[in-house]
T-cell receptor
Framework: DGGITQSPKYLFRKEGQNVTLSCEQN?????MYWYRQDPGQGLRLIYY???????QKGDIAEGYSVSREKKESFPLTVTSAQKNPTAFYLC???????????????FGPGTRLTVL | GQQVMQIPQYQHVQEGEDFTTYCNSS?????IQWYKQRPGGHPVFLIQ?????EVKKQKRLTFQFGEAKKNSSLHITATQTTDVGTYFC????????????FGKGTTLSVSS
């Protein structure tokens, strides 16, 4: 059963701690994305990766870091430098990261992070 | 920065009424995608429009892409309770190396 998995569904952390959100896909997609969703704010792009070992900052990358060592995995670290980390985080992937022709994005179930 | 504006932010209708959400960009878009997110769920792709003036239908849903490729709309005919959710448009500005920009979404509620 192919798809995108994100774990855990709910995550609680104390202020000042770094936390890493998991995103795995078995769709053999080249491109992967991280979005942040806040109420009434839509989806805002944090980081994206068009191919393994390469990634680019999105609109709100400050306080976040990523790695793309494997095609299947694109973990997101929320660092203590992120001023307001409590949010719903969505990971997505698409077949081809080259923006010559767009492909639909497949989203994972999301991780709801609460920083206390 | 570049933005994709979506209106209205919220819409409540009675079951059977029609519903429309509009998406507008300040710059020309190479394409536009529409997604639906059910309450508590994640966005799911509905459709992609690429050509100027393109119109596509999916059962009760009609999607349009403006002639200038700066706006788009999603129209639902005779809404049902299963249509409840947030509808997002996502457009790619017509310039190299630019990621999809999502609108803030329109949240539809339907009462029976």
């Amino acid at each position: 059963d192919g798809g995108i998995t994100q774990s855990p569904k709910y995550l609680f952390r104390k202020e000042g701690q770094n936390v890493t959100l998991s995103c795995e896909q078995n769709l053999n997609h080249d491109a992967m994305y991280w979005y942040r969703q806040d109420p009434g704010q839509g989806l805002r792009l944090i980081y994206y990766s068009q191919i393994v070992n390469d990634f680019q900052k999105g609109d709100i990358a400050e306080g976040y870091s990523v790695s793309r060592e494997k095609k299947e995995s694109f973990p997101l670290t929320v660092t203590s430098a992120q001023k307001n980390p409590t949010a719903f985080y969505l990971c997505a992937s698409s077949i081809d990261g080259r923006w010559v022709k767009d492909n639909e994005q497949f989203f994972g179930p999301g991780t709801r992070l609460t920083v206390l | 920065g570049q933005q994709v504006m979506q209106i209205p932010q919220y819409q409540h209708v009675q079951e059977g009424e029609d519903f429309t959400t509009y998406c507008n960009s300040s710059t020309t878009l190479s394409n536009i995608q529409w997604y639906k997110q059910r309450p508590g769920g994640h966005p799911v792709f509905l459709i992609q429009l690429v050509k100027s003036g393109e119109v596509k239908k999916q059962k009760r849903l009609t999607f349009q892409f403006g002639e200038a490729k700066k706006n788009s709309s999603l129209h639902i005919t005779a809404t049902q309770t299963t249509d409840v959710g947030t509808y997002f448009c996502a457009g790619r500005p017509n310039q190299a190396g630019t990621a999809l920009i999502f609108g803030k979404g329109t949240t539809l509620s339907v009462s029976s």
